[in-house]
Structure formats: structure tokens, C-alpha cells
């Protein structure tokens, strides 16, 4: 993990190691989630599965998704640093000072 994570959601690109153990990286230097972003160009979209290694100790939210929608997630935050990831519950009611990206 070459950047600080503690206390935000991690977000790294395939590559070689297994989901699971960028995952547990992610989780043992502080993050609270990670996003994993495919490095392929296929335009794939639904629910992709990210394999484990048998070992079910990763407690972190992760979630995998596609190229060109981790591109246009690495622009946003590119664009201001400071952007917050909101958790939405419903009924999603946000308050005046939350700050979302567009």
C-alpha cells in the first residue's frame, strides 16, 4: 500500500496478486473499504466475482468494478481530492454540509 489509507476507502487496480489479499493489505493498514478496478478493456458490467484464498478474515466492504468506470471514479477524485463517499440507507435524505461528487 504505497499511499495512506487509514480511515478511507482504498482504491487499487488488478494486477497480480488475488482480490482477496489486496483486500486484507488494504484493511491491515487502516482502510475502511476497497474498490478494485478491472485492467481490462472489455466493457463488462453486472456483478463480477472476486476469488478468496479460503481464509474468511477480511471484515472491509470491497467491491470490483469495471475499467472504464474506475477511470471515470479516479477523474472524479483527481478532480478534488477531498471527495467524500457517502453511505446511502433508505430513505437517503442528505444533509446540507454532505458533499458529493458530480
Given at each position: 500500500?504505497?499511499?495512506k489509507?487509514?480511515?478511507k476507502?482504498?482504491?487499487?487496480?488488478?494486477?497480480?496478486c488475488?482480490?482477496v489479499?489486496?483486500v486484507r493489505?488494504a484493511?491491515?493498514?487502516?482502510?475502511?473499504?476497497?474498490?478494485?478496478?478491472?485492467?481490462g478493456e472489455?466493457?463488462?458490467?453486472?456483478?463480477?466475482?472476486?476469488?478468496?484464498?479460503?481464509?474468511?478474515?477480511v471484515k472491509?466492504?470491497s467491491l470490483f468494478?469495471n475499467?472504464?468506470d474506475?477511470?471515470?471514479?479516479l477523474e472524479?477524485?483527481g478532480?478534488?481530492?477531498?471527495?467524500?463517499v457517502?453511505e446511502?440507507?433508505?430513505?437517503?435524505?442528505?444533509?446540507?454540509?454532505e458533499?458529493c461528487?458530480?
Open positions: 500500500i504505497l499511499n489509507v487509514a480511515g476507502i482504498a482504491i487499487m487496480h488488478r494486477g497480480s488475488m482480490f489479499e489486496k493489505n484493511e491491515n493498514a487502516g482502510a475502511i473499504g476497497a474498490v478494485n478496478i478491472d485492467n472489455a466493457a463488462t458490467s453486472g456483478v463480477l466475482a472476486m476469488s478468496g484464498d479460503g481464509t474468511d478474515d472491509i466492504p468494478i475499467k472504464a474506475g477511470t471515470k471514479l472524479m477524485y478532480r478534488d481530492s477531498a471527495m467524500l457517502l446511502l440507507r433508505e430513505p437517503a435524505t442528505p444533509k446540507p454540509e458533499k461528487g458530480s
